[in-house]
């Protein structure tokens, strides 16, 4: 049996860090750095670890309608999802992370574009 990429990389902990890395990257970026002021990070961060952990194995999950219900004030743009998704890779690698094993996230967060980017955005 296969481990998954969560388990690989050591579980939450880890992901929790690659999280941590992201937001440091997305709070300085001029695309979407807007989208966090007046958040509260530390629950941003949780849950979004849980979220990510979700996608590479991990024990967590989160259905459709829910991500798609948290996101859908937000008028996120197909601009914005890739800059997030460019700042992902970037978090990913700077931990260490094979490229087969980031093109996987990576598709794993591709697929949740149709719900988190808003319809009538760009």
């Given amino acids: ?5 969560y388990e690989k990389y050591g579980g939450f902990k880890t992901i929790s860090r690659i999280v941590m ?3 440091e990257l997305a709070l300085e970026s ?5 989208y966090f002021e007046d958040i509260d990070m530390p629950r941003l961060i949780d849950h979004q670890t849980k979220f990510v952990s979700s ?4 024990p967590a ?4 309608d829910r991500i798609q ?11 914005d999802f890739n800059e ?6 970037q978090a990913l690698e700077m931990h260490g992370m094979a490229d087969a094993d980031i093109q996987v996230a990576l598709s794993a ?3 949740k574009r149709t719900i988190i980017v808003a319809r009538n955005a760009a």
Avoid: C, K
């Avoid at 001029?30 to 807007?34: A, F, L």
């Avoid at 999950?61 to 459709?64: E, I, V």
């Avoid at 219900?69 to 601009?79: G, T």
């Fill in 21 to 23: 890395s992201f937001y």
């Fill in 55 to 58: 996608l590479v194995g991990g």
């Fill in 84 to 89: 997030m998704s460019d700042l992902f890779a």
């Fill in 109 to 111: 967060i591709e697929e």
């Fill in 30 to 34: 001029d695309q979407i750095g807007d």
């Fill in 61 to 64: 999950s989160f259905s459709d």
């Fill in 1 to 5: 049996m296969s481990q998954s990429i």
């Fill in 69 to 79: 219900a948290v996101h859908r004030h937000l008028n996120i743009s197909h601009d």
